[in-house]
């Protein structure tokens, strides 16, 4: 077996694979909370969207469901079949990309209370993906 250091270059390319799967799941967690984002909220944004809720909840529901089953996946295979740490990724990204979401799109500043909820979703990634 070829050795690079102490470890092997199979083991090499599988902890880059499992890193490509946390990069990836940490996307589709993002991409799957704005799609909810915009679905929820589209309705103070546009008139349209606000006279057809049932075609937005079926037309964008069915995408965000696939999307965080594949992040789910993701992040269950790079925790090591585990699905909680997925759980609280899942939910700090909401945090986070709803906020920018909410700034960017509704205009809504950042207070106080905002910047330690952004804060304290940084932590609970940061546990998740440095404390195994």
Known sequence: MLN?????WIEKATNIILM????????????????????SNGQFLWP?????PLLVSFTLG???SYIFIKATYYTYTYFDNTLWPGRFIGFA??????ALLTWLLMNEG??????VS?????ALLAVQIFWK
């Open 110 to 115: 950042i207070n106080t209370k905002t910047v």
């Open 118 to 122: 952004l804060c304290l979703a940084t």
């Open 4 to 8: 690079i250091g102490s470890v092997t």
């Open 48 to 52: 349209w969207w606000k006279n057809n």
């Open 62 to 64: 069915g995408i965000a």
């Open 20 to 39: 490509n799967n946390l990069v990836y799941a940490f996307i589709l967690f993002s991409v799957g909370q704005a799609i909810i984002w915009i679905q």
């Open 93 to 98: 990204s909401g945090i986070l990309v709803f």
